[in-house]
């Protein structure tokens, strides 16, 4: 099928979203092209889920510059978007006395960088802010203005932000050639070609393959796969960090961390394995025994007796280091290499380029905006009254679908029914958390499939558990 549009953006995760809810603001026609099934199936799924505070970064990078903007508009953005964030801040940790002139480095940075809220913790107050670390710590640098966020959360809201303004969504649509055009681009994505007049390239770890299609050879860029692993543990009653606790980093990235998520589970990790599969998510038994290791530097105690699951992610990595981001060929717009910090990032990269597209198309605001959509507040973070108004107001919130994270059948069937809906098992878990417990799914899993295929009009064994061939069930008897 042919399709026309003036603006195309390959790629819906944080970044393609991002942009796409910017540009929705204008008077324009937008397509946002995606090969997987759902928007954050990338690596904006599959990360720490952490707004870095931007001492990290090198100085004059656009990096560090996007890092810091980025992590002063997350908590206004999560509480328009009514997305799950925090702002525990952080502590990078020196376990030997030779690591204090890397805390030391990673401070001057941060001055250079802009990043309040900056200062060197000696051990004995250290250990008074986190009881449980591990007691041969020698200093730490903390970053009070580091949060967490649910980061397929906030895609998500970005997504149907931007639906609600008129943005169209492709899934399922693999991008396999670019070409130029007189009026633009002609793009092949999946069985369709589409032709566009600008063309936005966040591609995540394929968006170096778009670039190198449209630029001569000392042009090309290079991206390296590197896979993280992770094992995530049960909310307990008590947090044992309230902070998210960093290790001295090295070449290969921030190092293992711990760290409560924006849900209240614990989160190990990530490693960081360089690897040819750019789409080789698969968990290894040497990788989660490493992340597992590390982590007890950190914190001694660490057992993995309340582990619910454990998911890698790959980090798209640019072999000079910093982003590739702005108009790098006349209409063609990119973000590549958006590894860490680049969820950070993302909301302030949206705003800078979306503004530089508009200008550069001479494109008018909207004279009204859609409001973000709302979300319901969770069942299961209700009080006992507000629980009873909710299932007089709609029956299905008094049937419990989730037992592990208490999701009623309300939840699920909304989940599906936002701008941007569920259409898989996972997009139900990352949308409504029904899945996300200590049974992953394995009370839950059959009746959500059945909610699914209710609400699609799809027979049951259409449903699958996320992108691809991944059907649930294989036939019926």
Same mark, same amino acid.
């Given at each position: 099928?042919?399709?026309?549009?003036?603006?195309?953006?390959?790629?819906?995760?944080?970044?393609?979203?991002?942009?796409?809810?910017?540009?929705?603001?204008?008077?324009?026609?937008?397509?946002?092209?995606?090969?997987?099934?759902?928007?954050?199936?990338?690596?904006?799924?599959?990360?720490?889920?952490?707004?870095?505070?931007?001492?990290?970064?090198?100085?004059?990078?656009?990096?560090?510059?996007?890092?810091?903007?980025?992590?002063?508009?997350?908590? +206004?953005?999560?509480?328009?978007?009514?997305?799950?964030?925090?702002?525990?801040?952080?502590?990078?940790?020196?376990?030997?006395?030779?690591?204090?002139?890397?805390?030391?480095?990673?401070?001057?940075?941060?001055?250079?960088?802009?990043?309040?809220?900056?200062?060197?913790?000696?051990?004995?107050?250290?250990?008074?802010?986190?009881?449980?670390?591990?007691?041969?710590?020698?200093?730490?640098?903390?970053?009070?203005?580091?949060?967490?966020?649910?980061?397929?959360?906030?895609?998500?809201?970005?997504?149907? *932000?931007?639906?609600?303004?008129?943005?169209?969504?492709?899934?399922?649509?693999?991008?396999?050639?670019?070409?130029?055009?007189?009026?633009?681009?002609?793009? #092949?994505?999946?069985?369709?070609?589409?032709?566009?007049?600008?063309?936005?390239?966040?591609?995540? $770890?394929?968006?170096?393959?778009? *670039?190198?299609?449209?630029?001569?050879?000392?042009?090309?860029?290079?991206?390296?796969?590197?896979?993280?692993?992770?094992?995530?543990?049960?909310?307990?009653?008590?947090?044992?960090?309230?902070?998210?606790?960093?290790?001295?980093?090295?070449?290969?990235?921030?190092?293992?961390?711990?760290?409560?998520?924006?849900?209240?589970?614990?989160?190990?990790?990530?490693?960081?394995?360089?690897?040819?599969?750019?789409?080789?998510?698969?968990?290894?038994?040497?990788?989660?025994?490493?992340?597992?290791?590390?982590? #007890?530097?950190?914190?001694?105690?660490?057992?993995? #007796?309340?582990?619910?699951?454990?998911?890698?992610? $790959?980090?798209? *990595?640019?072999?000079?280091?910093?982003? $590739?981001?702005?108009?790098?060929?006349?209409?063609?717009?990119?973000?590549?290499?958006?590894?860490?910090?680049?969820?950070?990032?993302?909301?302030?990269?949206?705003?800078?380029?979306?503004?530089?597209?508009?200008?550069?198309?001479?494109? #008018?605001?909207?004279?009204?905006?859609?409001?973000?959509?709302?979300?319901?507040?969770?069942?299961?973070?209700?009080?006992?009254?507000?629980?009873?108004?909710?299932?007089?107001?709609?029956?299905?919130?008094?049937?419990?679908?989730?037992?592990?994270?208490?999701?009623?059948?309300?939840?699920?069937?909304?989940? $599906?029914?936002?701008?941007?809906?569920?259409?898989?098992?996972?997009?139900?878990?990352?949308?409504?958390?029904?899945?996300?417990?200590?049974?992953?799914?394995?009370?839950?899993?059959?009746?959500?499939?059945?909610?699914? +295929?209710?609400?699609?009009?799809?027979?049951?064994?259409?449903?699958?558990?996320?992108?691809?061939?991944?059907?649930?069930?294989?036939?019926?008897?």
């Amino acid at each position: 099928m042919r399709r026309e549009t003036e603006i195309l953006i390959i790629g819906a995760g944080v970044v393609g979203c991002a942009m796409a809810r910017v540009l929705s603001r204008y008077e324009t026609e937008i397509l946002v092209a995606e090969r997987m099934g759902d928007v954050a199936e990338g690596a904006s799924k599959a990360n720490s889920g952490i707004v870095h505070a931007g001492f990290d970064a090198k100085p004059g990078t656009d990096k560090a510059r996007l890092n810091v903007l980025g992590a002063k508009m997350y908590p +206004a953005l999560c509480a328009e978007l009514n997305v799950p964030y925090k702002g525990n801040g952080a502590l990078v940790v020196a376990f030997q006395e030779e690591d204090r002139a890397t805390i030391e480095k990673l401070y001057d940075q941060g001055q250079r960088n802009g990043v309040p809220g900056l200062r060197i913790v000696e051990r004995e107050e250290l250990l008074r802010m986190e009881p449980n670390l591990n007691p041969s710590a020698v200093c730490a640098l903390e970053a009070s203005t580091s949060g967490i966020v649910s980061p397929y959360e906030l895609v998500y809201a970005l997504a149907d *932000h931007a639906a609600l303004n008129g943005v169209a969504f492709a899934f399922n649509k693999p991008v396999t050639r670019v070409e130029r055009t007189e009026n633009g681009f002609l793009v #092949r994505a999946g069985e369709d070609e589409i032709a566009c007049r600008v063309l936005v390239n966040c591609a995540g $770890i394929g968006s170096a393959e778009i *670039h190198n299609q449209l630029h001569k050879e000392e042009e090309k860029l290079k991206l390296i796969p590197r896979r993280g692993e992770y094992h995530v543990l049960d909310h307990p009653e008590k947090a044992p960090f309230e902070r998210t606790i960093f290790q001295c980093p090295t070449a290969m990235g921030k190092g293992v961390l711990v760290t409560p998520t924006a849900h209240g589970n614990i989160l190990l990790g990530p490693t960081a394995e360089d690897i040819a599969d750019g789409t080789d998510v698969g968990t290894t038994a040497g990788g989660l025994a490493d992340a597992l290791e590390k982590a #007890r530097l950190t914190w001694p105690g660490v057992s993995t #007796r309340t582990e619910v699951t454990n998911f890698a992610g $790959i980090r798209a *990595h640019e072999v000079k280091g910093d982003f $590739i981001v702005g108009e790098t060929a006349p209409g063609l717009w990119e973000a590549v290499g958006f590894e860490s910090p680049g969820l950070t990032s993302a909301p302030a990269l949206a705003e800078e380029m979306g503004a530089a597209i508009a200008a550069s198309l001479q494109l #008018r605001k909207k004279e009204t905006i859609a409001p973000p959509y709302r979300k319901a507040k969770p069942f299961n973070e209700m009080t006992d009254d507000e629980r009873r108004e909710a299932v007089t107001a709609d029956p299905l919130n008094g049937v419990l679908i989730c037992r592990c994270e208490v999701v009623t059948e309300a939840e699920i069937r909304a989940a $599906i029914r936002r701008p941007v809906g569920a259409r898989t098992v996972d997009g139900v878990k990352r949308r409504c958390r029904a899945g996300m417990g200590r049974c992953q799914g394995g009370f839950c899993a059959p009746r959500v499939v059945e909610i699914l +295929a209710e609400e699609l009009g799809l027979p049951m064994t259409a449903i699958c558990k996320g992108s691809g061939d991944s059907y649930m069930l294989t036939g019926e008897i």
